[in-house]
């Protein structure tokens, strides 16, 4: 933090002395005034929150989700379900009857493992994971494109995904983009005890990077943990797809809430409804 020092009578009462307060970035005299733009003229200008961090979801975000995988992701964990044995799985012996138990689930959870966890159905996580997240090979290759709308942007980049790590680092990889984040931040990191769009997820990641969320850009193809970015005062960009049918939003509640939009994924076009990115990258 910046910190100022506003000097009046607390300083003697708590025993402290002048040369202490170098201390801080700054000291006024009893109120803060307009003597702060001198002292501290950095905060007055827009560097001040510039976009430091950009936080990219992953699933349906830097990838379009039509490609099959999301589908195949679906398939998996109804599956997984009917084919578990034990506990509540003995309810469950029909596709139809397990994706009847994961929709609320999924709805309330927004993340499948720890929703299944929760409401009492007893399994090893990494087998679920193991599982749920395999076959990338068939959907993912190298994408160019991305990589170099990546690279042309500065700031420290962040996956922030309700996946596991490995699986997240998995398709990254197979993207030809994985070297350019700073870090994969996901289930382990959670720690299975908290996911987007809860606040606690939120808080974590901000104690992660170092940034308030006035620093940070955040992509997005979900509107409720796109919304949660906008409420705490994050830039956002909503990646467009069938979520939002999903979700039950339109367009125009696109455009109130989200600084942008896109289509599909995060491509060229962010270059002109968001080239604040571009303007200031440079130190």
């Avoid at 007893?122 to 990546?150: H, N």
């Avoid at 382990?188 to 987007?196: G, L, P, Q, S, Y």
């Avoid at 270059?271 to 440079?282: A, I, Q």
């Amino acid at each position: 933090f910046q910190t100022v020092f506003v000097n009046s009578a607390t300083l003697s009462n708590e025993g402290r002395t002048k040369e202490e307060l170098d201390l801080f970035d700054a000291v006024v005299e009893r109120k803060v005034g307009m003597e702060l733009r001198k002292l501290l003229p950095e905060i007055f200008t827009s560097s001040c929150n510039r976009t430091e961090v950009l936080v990219f979801d992953l699933d349906g975000t830097l990838y379009d989700r039509t490609n099959g995988y999301m589908s195949t992701l679906r398939s998996n964990i109804l599956n997984f379900m009917v084919q578990m044995k034990g506990g509540k799985f003995d309810e469950i012996n029909t596709m139809k009857e397990a994706e009847a138990r994961w929709i609320p689930i999924f709805e309330q959870y927004n993340n499948t493992k720890r929703g299944l966890l929760a409401s009492g159905y007893d399994f090893d996580s990494e087998t679920y994971d193991q599982a749920i997240r395999q076959g990338e090979a068939q959907y993912f290759s190298p994408d160019a494109e991305l990589r170099e709308l990546l690279l042309s942007l500065k700031q420290r980049k962040v996956i922030f995904t309700n996946a596991p790590e490995a699986s997240a680092k998995t398709i990254l990889d197979m993207l030809g983009v994985l070297d350019l984040f700073d870090c994969v931040l996901g289930t382990d990191f959670f720690e299975n005890k908290t996911c987007k769009p809860e606040l606690e997820s939120f808080e974590r990641l901000f104690r992660h990077v170092g940034f308030g969320p006035q620093h940070i850009c955040y992509f997005e193809d979900s509107f409720k943990n796109l919304a949660m970015g906008a409420e705490l005062g994050m830039k956002t960009v909503f990646i467009e797809s069938d979520t939002r049918n999903h979700e039950h939003k339109s367009r125009e509640d696109l455009k109130k809430l989200f600084d942008a939009v896109v289509s599909r994924k995060v491509g060229n076009s962010l270059r002109s409804s968001m080239p604040c990115l571009w303007d200031n990258s440079e130190p």
